[in-house]
Each structure stands twice: as C-alpha cells, then as structure tokens.
C-alpha cells in the first residue's frame, strides 16, 4: 500500500479566500481513498494470475516426468526382444532425444506454449513411431506405439485453456504436420514458435482469434504490475532452472548410454568384441586341453613304452627262432660231413679191393682212363671245409647272443630317455603356449576397458 503523507503548506496569502485549504485536504483524502480502493481490487486478480500460471508450469512439469517415465517404459519393453547392437542403438538414441526435449519444453518462459508444445511432441512422436519402428523391430514395436498413443491423449487434457475453436484450429494444423515429421531423429525439435515462423505468423495479427499462433504473443502477466511481474517472472525461472538441474543427472545417464550403444555398434567395435569371444573360445579349449594333458600324455607314454617292449619280444622271439633253426641246421651239417667221411672210408676200401694204383698183369689190355680219386679228394676236402665254416658260424653266433640281448637292453633304455624328454619339451611348449593366451585374454580385456573408461570419461 502506497501511503501519501501531508505536510501543512506555507500560510495562505492574506488576499486568498478562506476556506481553500480544507478544499485541498478534503481532494486528498478523496484521492487516497481511490487508490486504497484500487490496489485492493488489484491484488486478488494479481494473486489468481500468479496462482494459475504457477500451477499450469507444475502441471506441465508433471507431464513431462510422465512422459520421459512412459518413454523409459516403452523402450526398456522393447530392448528385452531387441537382440542386436544397432536396433539398441536406435532406442537408447530416441529415448535420449524424447527425455532431453520434454525437460527443455518444460523449462520453457511460458507455461502455455509448453503445454502446447508437448502436444505436438507427442502427436507428432506417435505418427513417427508407428510409420518407422514397425518396419524395423516387427511386432516389438507394439510398447512403444501404444505408450505414444496414451501420451498423445494425456496431452490433450494439458491445453484445457483453449477454446473449442482453437483447439479445431491446433487439430487441422498437426494433420498438416504430420506430413512432415515421419523421422524418429529430428520430431524432437517441433516447436509451435518454429512452425509459425515457417508459415510467417508469428501472432495472430490479422484478428483471427480462432488461430493458434495467437498463442504465441500471449502474456500471462499482463494485469501485474511492474514490479510484481519482475518479482513472479523470477520466481518462475528459478522453479525451471532448479527443475532442469535437477533432471540434467538423469539426461547425462541415458546420454551416456546412448553413446555406449553407438560404440558398441561401431564396426570396429563389433570386429573388436568378435575377436575377444574367438580369443575367449581359444582359451577355454586350451584350458580344457590344459586340463586333459596329463592324462594324455601318461597315457601316450604308456602305450609307448608298451608298443616298445612288444617289438622288443618280438625281435627277440624271432632271433630265438632264427638261432634254434641254425643250430638245426649246423647239427645237420656235422651229420652230413660224418656221413661223407663214412663214404670216403668205404671208398678207400672198395678201392684196395679193387686194386687200384696196382702194375697191370702181363699181357693186359692197355688200360683206359685211370681212376683219378684226387678228384673225390678235392670234393670231400670242400666239403669239410664247408662243415667248418658253418659249425665257426654257429659258433660265433652263440656269442653274440649275450651281446644281441645287451643291444636290446640299451635301445629300451635309450627308449625311455627319449620319451622323457619329449613329454618335458610337450609340457614346456604347452606351458609357453598357455601363457601366451593368458597375456592375450588379459591384454584384450584391458584394452575393452580402456576403450570404455575412455568413452564414460567423453
């Protein structure tokens, strides 16, 4: 309240009327009056109109936090059928741009046009979704074409403040929209102001009140004063401000994931991931194998040394038999040389007999070829010689024998050697190899959360 105060003037000039003064005084009590009167009319209107711009503000607000809710809904439906890396992609991107425009239109200077403008976010986000998500994920599209559609009808119980004229007005316009707002990446930016600038109406200055662009130029404070228009307007900016900071940690989560999902669904990415499950498959065969090795090995080394010791038997069966048939054979040699030295002996018998080597009687007829023994000789001598040879052979193959047997003894040992040091060099090889995959498992994963702290740092 605006108080006057009176002071008493100078005297009255001796040639003024009497009587002036108390016209003076009575006109300013009259004026003081007027104005008491008015300032009083005025702060109920004043209190309506901050009340009811106030509210409308917290009623858009709501709404946007049931929205960026049903949005959050619709798209974490959909991501439990949605299998690959570009169709999460695509979610977590339009989730991103739904949330970050419905709390930039909520934080809008004029509650009015926000309510406004999220109506035309989601009538216009509802024809996009269901001309472009069902093409791509089928029928798991279905939550969030139906999400949209409740939001779409919700909105329409926000803008209660038009008139049944505007409101045929706002229905016309966004058919014409629609048109033009099929993509899923840019329907987040359509704004009333926009559309009207595009149209080249910015008010309704052509006195055609039934326009929705009249709306644009509309001030909810125009009945406060001054000062108490500054004071509200402030108070309202603080109320946006604290409500976008307070939802900015929430924009910077689905941001975040957002980007996750674009580098997880990066060819190079995917080339990455695909060779870390391979580098991952590899290990778990070579820990399997790891695992199965010392069975393998004990039971390679036994089957060797077995195969080892059954040619071994084996050569020495058939040496056995080789020998037991030359000894056979020697005995049939030495039988054989008796029986020829018999045969010589009767030989030199028949021959005294016979008179062999003897003068012949007078008057004998000349004699023929003579008897030449010498050469049975030779052949019983060759013979002889031959019996000696094969009995000296059997001799020395009686002592080889020992030496055959220590030859076998040193091959299996020799054997065994070698196959002790072949399963030491398979085990260090295994070894070096299992290391190896270790350092590529551990250097592959270092460098996936390399790659991931560096994205949650950007």
Same mark, same amino acid.
């Given at each position: 309240?605006?108080?006057? $105060?009176?002071?008493?003037?100078?005297?009255?000039?001796?040639?003024?009327?009497?009587?002036?003064?108390?016209?003076?005084?009575?006109?300013?009590?009259?004026?003081?009056?007027?104005?008491?009167?008015?300032?009083?009319?005025?702060?109920?209107?004043?209190?309506?109109?901050?009340?009811?711009?106030?509210?409308?503000?917290?009623?858009?607000?709501?709404?946007?936090?049931?929205?960026?809710?049903?949005?959050?809904?619709?798209?974490?439906?959909?991501?439990?059928?949605?299998?690959?890396?570009?169709?999460?992609?695509?979610?977590?991107?339009?989730?991103?741009?739904?949330?970050?425009?419905?709390?930039?239109?909520?934080?809008?200077?004029?509650?009015?046009?926000?309510?406004?403008?999220?109506?035309?976010?989601?009538?216009?986000?509802?024809?996009?979704?269901?001309?472009?998500?069902?093409?791509?994920?089928?029928?798991?599209?279905?939550?969030?074409?139906?999400?949209?559609?409740?939001?779409?009808?919700?909105?329409?119980?926000?803008?209660?403040?038009?008139?049944?004229?505007?409101?045929?007005?706002?229905?016309?316009?966004?058919?014409?929209?629609?048109?033009?707002?099929?993509?899923?990446?840019?329907? #987040?930016?359509?704004?009333?102001?926009?559309?009207?600038? #595009?149209?080249?109406?910015?008010?309704?200055?052509?006195?055609?009140?039934?326009?929705?662009?009249?709306?644009?130029?509309?001030?909810?404070?125009?009945?406060?004063?001054?000062?108490?228009?500054?004071?509200?307007?402030?108070?309202?900016?603080?109320?946006?401000?604290?409500?976008?900071?307070?939802?900015?940690?929430?924009?910077?989560?689905?941001?975040?994931?957002?980007?996750?999902?674009?580098? $997880?669904?990066?060819?190079?990415?995917?080339?990455?991931? $695909?060779?870390?499950?391979?580098?991952?498959?590899?290990?778990?065969?070579?820990?399997?194998?790891?695992?199965?090795?010392?069975?393998?090995?004990?039971?390679?080394?036994?089957?060797?040394?077995?195969?080892?010791?059954?040619?071994?038997?084996?050569?020495?069966?058939?040496?056995?038999?080789?020998?037991?048939?030359?000894?056979?054979?020697?005995?049939?040699?030495?039988? #054989?040389?008796?029986?020829?030295?018999?045969?010589?002996?009767?030989?030199?018998?028949?021959?005294?007999?016979?008179?062999?080597?003897?003068?012949?009687?007078?008057?004998?007829?000349?004699?023929?070829?003579?008897?030449?023994?010498?050469?049975?000789?030779?052949?019983?001598?060759?013979?002889?010689?031959?019996?000696?040879?094969?009995?000296?052979?059997?001799?020395?193959?009686?002592?080889?024998?020992?030496?055959?047997?220590?030859?076998?003894?040193?091959?299996?040992?020799?054997?065994?050697?070698?196959?002790?040091?072949?399963?030491?060099?398979?085990?260090?090889?295994?070894?070096?190899?299992?290391?190896?995959?270790?350092?590529?498992?551990?250097?592959?994963?270092?460098?996936?959360?390399?790659?991931?702290?560096?994205?949650?740092?950007?």
């Amino acid at each position: 309240m605006t108080t006057i $105060a009176l002071r008493a003037g100078p005297s009255l000039p001796a040639n003024e009327p009497p009587g002036l003064g108390w016209v003076t005084a009575l006109l300013a009590a009259a004026l003081l009056c007027g104005c008491a009167s008015w300032f009083g009319r005025n702060d109920a209107q004043q209190e309506a109109l901050k009340r009811a711009e106030s509210q409308m503000q917290q009623r858009v607000m709501r709404y946007a936090d049931g929205y960026m809710d049903g949005v959050a809904l619709a798209v974490r439906a959909v991501e439990e059928h949605a299998l690959d890396t570009h169709s999460r992609r695509l979610l977590n991107d339009f989730q991103v741009k739904q949330s970050t425009a419905a709390v930039q239109i909520a934080s809008g200077p004029n509650a009015r046009i926000n309510a406004l403008d999220m109506l035309i976010l989601a009538t216009l986000t509802r024809h996009a979704v269901e001309q472009r998500l069902p093409p791509i994920l089928g029928k798991s599209a279905s939550p969030v074409v139906d999400a949209f559609g409740k939001l779409e009808t919700n909105a329409w119980v926000l803008v209660d403040f038009l008139s049944p004229a505007q409101r045929d007005d706002l229905r016309d316009k966004l058919e014409a929209w629609k048109k033009t707002a099929n993509s899923l990446d840019s329907v #987040a930016f359509n704004r009333l102001a926009d559309f009207a600038r #595009a149209s080249g109406q910015l008010t309704a200055s052509d006195g055609v009140d039934d326009s929705i662009y009249g709306m644009i130029g509309f001030d909810p404070f125009a009945g406060l004063s001054p000062a108490v228009k500054e004071i509200e307007q402030s108070r309202l900016l603080a109320e946006r401000a604290i409500y976008y900071a307070q939802r900015s940690p929430m924009l910077l989560d689905l941001q975040t994931r957002s980007l996750s999902s674009a580098l $997880a669904d990066m060819p190079e990415s995917r080339t990455m991931l $695909a060779t870390s499950t391979r580098v991952g498959d590899a290990a778990a065969k070579m820990a399997e194998t790891a695992a199965l090795m010392p069975g393998t090995l004990s039971s390679e080394r036994e089957a060797a040394i077995r195969q080892m010791f059954a040619a071994l038997q084996q050569q020495q069966g058939t040496m056995t038999a080789m020998l037991i048939e030359l000894r056979q054979s020697l005995e049939a040699g030495r039988a #054989a040389s008796d029986s020829v030295h018999g045969v010589v002996q009767s030989t030199d018998a028949l021959l005294a007999r016979l008179k062999v080597g003897e003068p012949p009687p007078p008057n004998a007829p000349p004699p023929g070829r003579p008897f030449n023994i010498t050469e049975y000789t030779a052949a019983a001598a060759a013979l002889g010689d031959t019996a000696q040879q094969i009995q000296s052979l059997v001799l020395l193959l009686e002592k080889d024998t020992p030496a055959a047997m220590k030859l076998a003894e040193s091959a299996r040992a020799q054997g065994e050697v070698l196959i002790d040091h072949l399963f030491k060099r398979l085990i260090q090889a295994f070894g070096v190899l299992f290391l190896g995959v270790l350092v590529i498992v551990v250097a592959s994963r270092w460098i996936s959360g390399h790659f991931q702290r560096k994205a949650l740092q950007r």
